[in-house]
């Protein structure tokens, strides 16, 4: 039950109708009619911009079609008032018994209100982390897994059909570094002697069991073998074991991938996608031979001053084209994500969003032409950019891992505050912005910690309606057994405000879901958290405004409705965020 969608449309059969009497002209497009709160609460409950966007096409000055429209929502069952206010904005105050109608409906869907028909089934592929498999995922990888998870979700709940996607940066020069490195580690089992590593190389001791089972596998037949017999074979091992690592690493936070994906089998595979994306590409005109112009300021990545293959970004609206090979014949980086992207295309995925970190912001254009070259037009890529990642304790920097040495693992920060409190933290803050994330302050029990705030309003809801059943032990068991409950006796301001409250989370996940924003579910969240609190306070200083009211048991059943509604609401939103809804606080 979205009140807003449903008043949007009592506005656009307003406008219909009037159209229908000829009392406007034209045919004005309705898409346009938005109806939202209100920016000053005192001027009502919904606004519409209706007569503001209509009127030019209405023919009709905007203040006079508002005073139409107007006309036509006071006759609408539940409305109490509607103002016509400036230049043609309409605000429209529902009555009181209205709102229980939202709890009605929150009790009898449960953790399916909210859940919308936004996306139309349609599919999207969602690629987040994708971080290469050289080693632990550090604490900048958990906020774009953490962010590209809270985003799928959202937007499947929105009625989308995402598919989750990690596509592994197997092939180039840094898996022959971690090849190179599982070497030395290898050589250190088999010896017993300590490895130097050198600079250019993995240090991590994360290696030193890679090292061990490579020893235990091949003995010493590779001592003194050449590197081109033993690279391959420790390469592809060592790849393996950092996925192993990865995988683990995700499913501690609670994140799992409906495909991984493999960069190295697009080029080495049994057919060579990148070849033939770049010959696809040439057929059409997109891809020729020629010479890139000297950089003019900063430097561009990959130039040289020669005849090169190169792809017509410019005619999308890059800067400038883009070399697709190496001078040693090799491919680029950019030639094997236009042929990966091409792969999803393929696989029939028209819309894509992909998860980056904020320094590849100079990457995107020149993929986003790339899709529509390879998509003849048909396909779109948006890319959310996450920004880094500060860790402190206690207000302090926290710079070193005992496991990587030069950063903070994933794993180590997940073991140390648990998933919920990681996951929520690093959504409560939008993506594009710099986050601070205190080791010591996460896991404070106050309200100053967001995501006790929120988890203890649910387990508080819960702890309420277990009490109730000491005072009435015949209380029904199920939440949509109390939609039969007095709800117009919800008539307390702090009452009417949490009801409204409830009212807008269907609006908000499709707000959300269309800005890919999954930080406004954990704001909206906060916010329930916040009033539901606040009541429970009044309720200290004011007997009457209990929640369970001993010698009252029908406004007991209303008042339980409306905490097993916040309760509904609080856990569907924490499970969109990927966040437990705990009955108890430990």
Same mark, same amino acid.
């Given at each position: 039950?979205?009140?807003?969608?449903?008043?949007?449309?009592?506005?656009?059969? %307003?406008?219909?109708?009037?159209?229908?009497?000829?009392?406007?002209?034209?045919?004005?497009?309705?898409?346009?009619?938005?109806?939202?709160? =209100?920016?000053? %609460?005192?001027?009502? @409950?919904?606004?519409?911009?209706?007569?503001?966007?209509?009127?030019?096409?209405?023919?009709?000055?905007? +203040?006079?079609?508002?005073?139409?429209?107007?006309?036509?929502?006071?006759?609408?069952?539940?409305?109490?008032?509607?103002?016509?206010?400036?230049?043609?904005?309409?605000?429209?105050?529902?009555?009181?018994?209205?709102?229980?109608?939202?709890?009605?409906?929150?009790?009898?869907?449960?953790?399916?209100?909210?859940?919308?028909? !936004?996306?139309?089934?349609?599919?999207?592929?969602?690629?987040?982390?994708?971080?290469? =498999?050289?080693? =632990?995922?550090?604490?900048?990888?958990?906020?774009?897994?953490?962010?590209?998870?809270?985003?799928?979700?959202?937007?499947?709940?929105?009625?989308?059909?995402?598919?989750?996607?990690?596509?592994?940066?197997?092939?180039?020069?840094?898996?022959?570094? !971690?090849?190179?490195?599982?070497?030395?580690?290898?050589?250190?089992?088999?010896?017993?002697?300590?490895?130097?590593?050198? @600079?250019?190389?993995?240090?991590?001791?994360?290696?030193?069991?890679?090292?061990?089972?490579?020893?235990?596998?091949?003995?010493?037949?590779? *001592?003194?073998?050449?590197?081109?017999?033993?690279?391959?074979?420790?390469?592809?091992?060592?790849?393996?074991?950092?996925?192993? *690592?990865?995988?683990?690493?995700?499913?501690?936070?609670?994140?799992?991938?409906?495909?991984?994906?493999?960069?190295?089998?697009?080029?080495?595979?049994?057919?060579?996608?990148?070849?033939?994306?770049?010959?696809?590409?040439?057929?059409?005109?997109?891809?020729?031979?020629?010479?890139?112009? =000297?950089?003019?300021?900063?430097?561009?990545?990959?130039?040289?001053?020669?005849?090169?293959?190169?792809?017509?970004?410019?005619?999308?609206?890059?800067?400038?084209?883009?070399?697709?090979?190496?001078?040693?014949?090799?491919?680029?980086?950019?030639?094997?994500?236009?042929?990966?992207?091409?792969?999803?295309?393929?696989?029939?995925?028209?819309?894509?969003?992909?998860?980056?970190?904020?320094?590849?912001?100079?990457?995107?254009?020149?993929?986003?032409?790339?899709?529509?070259?390879?998509?003849?037009?048909?396909?779109?890529?948006?890319?959310?950019?996450?920004?880094?990642?500060?860790?402190?304790?206690?207000?302090?920097?926290?710079?070193?891992?005992?496991?990587?040495?030069?950063?903070?693992?994933?794993?180590?920060?997940?073991?140390?505050?648990?998933?919920?409190?990681?996951?929520?933290?690093?959504?409560?803050?939008?993506?594009?912005?710099?986050?601070?994330?205190?080791?010591?302050?996460?896991?404070?029990?106050?309200?100053?910690?967001?995501?006790?705030?929120?988890?203890?309003?649910?387990? /508080?809801?819960?702890?309420?309606? +277990?009490?109730?059943?000491?005072?009435?032990?015949?209380?029904?068991?199920?939440?949509?057994?109390?939609?039969?409950?007095?709800?117009?006796?919800?008539?307390?301001?702090?009452?009417?405000?949490? !009801?409204?409250? !409830?009212?807008?989370?269907? /609006?908000?996940?499709?707000?959300?879901?269309? %800005?890919?924003?999954?930080?406004?579910?954990?704001?909206?969240?906060?916010?329930?958290?916040?009033?539901?609190?606040?009541?429970?306070?009044?309720?200290?200083?004011?007997?009457?405004? /209990?929640?369970?009211?001993?010698?009252?048991?029908?406004?007991?059943?209303?008042?339980?409705?409306?905490?097993?509604?916040?309760?509904?609401?609080?856990?569907?939103?924490?499970?969109?965020?990927?966040?437990? %809804?705990?009955?108890?606080?430990?």
């Amino acid at each position: 039950m979205n009140v807003y969608a449903i008043f949007a449309d009592h506005v656009r059969e %307003a406008v219909a109708a009037l159209v229908a009497e000829g009392q406007i002209s034209g045919n004005p497009d309705l898409s346009r009619v938005v109806v939202e709160p =209100p920016r000053d %609460a005192t001027h009502g @409950d919904l606004a519409t911009n209706a007569a503001l966007v209509l009127a030019k096409e209405a023919g009709a000055k905007p +203040r006079d079609l508002a005073e139409r429209i107007a006309g036509r929502l006071k006759a609408l069952p539940f409305v109490a008032r509607v103002d016509v206010a400036g230049p043609g904005f309409i605000n429209i105050a529902l009555e009181a018994g209205f709102w229980p109608k939202v709890l009605i409906a929150v009790l009898g869907e449960g953790l399916d209100f909210g859940r919308s028909t !936004l996306g139309g089934g349609e599919k999207v592929n969602v690629e987040y982390v994708s971080a290469n =498999p050289t080693g =632990p995922m550090h604490v900048g990888h958990c906020r774009g897994a953490v962010f590209g998870d809270a985003m799928a979700r959202l937007l499947a709940f929105a009625g989308f059909a995402v598919t989750k996607e990690y596509y592994i940066n197997d092939a180039g020069a840094q898996v022959d570094v !971690l090849g190179r490195s599982a070497y030395l580690r290898y050589r250190e089992a088999v010896t017993g002697q300590p490895a130097d590593i050198p @600079d250019g190389l993995y240090p991590g001791d994360y290696l030193v069991p890679v090292g061990r089972l490579l020893a235990e596998m091949h003995g010493a037949a590779f *001592m003194e073998a050449p590197e081109s017999e033993w690279l391959p074979t420790f390469r592809s091992f060592a790849i393996g074991q950092m996925m192993e *690592m990865i995988r683990a690493d995700l499913i501690a936070l609670g994140i799992e991938f409906d495909v991984f994906s493999s960069e190295r089998a697009l080029s080495q595979g049994p057919v060579d996608k990148v070849g033939a994306t770049i010959e696809a590409l040439r057929a059409t005109g997109e891809v020729y031979e020629g010479r890139l112009p =000297p950089p003019k300021g900063a430097p561009i990545e990959d130039w040289e001053d020669r005849e090169q293959t190169l792809f017509r970004s410019t005619d999308f609206g890059d800067d400038v084209d883009r070399p697709l090979k190496k001078s040693d014949g090799s491919y680029t980086y950019f030639a094997g994500d236009i042929a990966y992207h091409k792969d999803k295309v393929e696989r029939g995925f028209l819309k894509m969003i992909d998860v980056w970190g904020a320094d590849h912001g100079g990457y995107v254009k020149r993929m986003q032409a790339a899709v529509k070259a390879v998509s003849g037009g048909k396909a779109s890529l948006d890319v959310e950019l996450i920004q880094l990642v500060r860790l402190f304790r206690n207000g302090e920097p926290v710079r070193m891992s005992k496991r990587a040495g030069s950063f903070v693992t994933l794993r180590e920060v997940v073991d140390e505050v648990k998933r919920d409190a990681v996951r929520f933290m690093m959504l409560f803050r939008k993506n594009d912005a710099p986050l601070d994330f205190d080791l010591a302050k996460v896991i404070e029990q106050s309200r100053e910690n967001p995501v006790f705030y929120v988890q203890y309003a649910h387990a /508080r809801a819960k702890s309420i309606l +277990r009490n109730a059943l000491e005072s009435f032990p015949d209380l029904p068991q199920e939440a949509a057994a109390f939609a039969a409950a007095p709800l117009e006796r919800l008539d307390d301001e702090g009452e009417t405000t949490l !009801l409204k409250r !409830l009212a807008g989370w269907p /609006r908000l996940v499709e707000q959300a879901a269309t %800005a890919r924003e999954p930080h406004r579910i954990a704001f909206y969240l906060h916010e329930v958290a916040s009033d539901f609190h606040g009541q429970w306070n009044r309720g200290k200083d004011l007997p009457y405004l /209990r929640f369970i009211m001993e010698n009252d048991r029908q406004l007991t059943l209303a008042r339980l409705a409306l905490v097993h509604g916040v309760a509904t609401v609080l856990a569907s939103g924490l499970r969109v965020l990927g966040v437990e %809804a705990v009955d108890e606080m430990k």
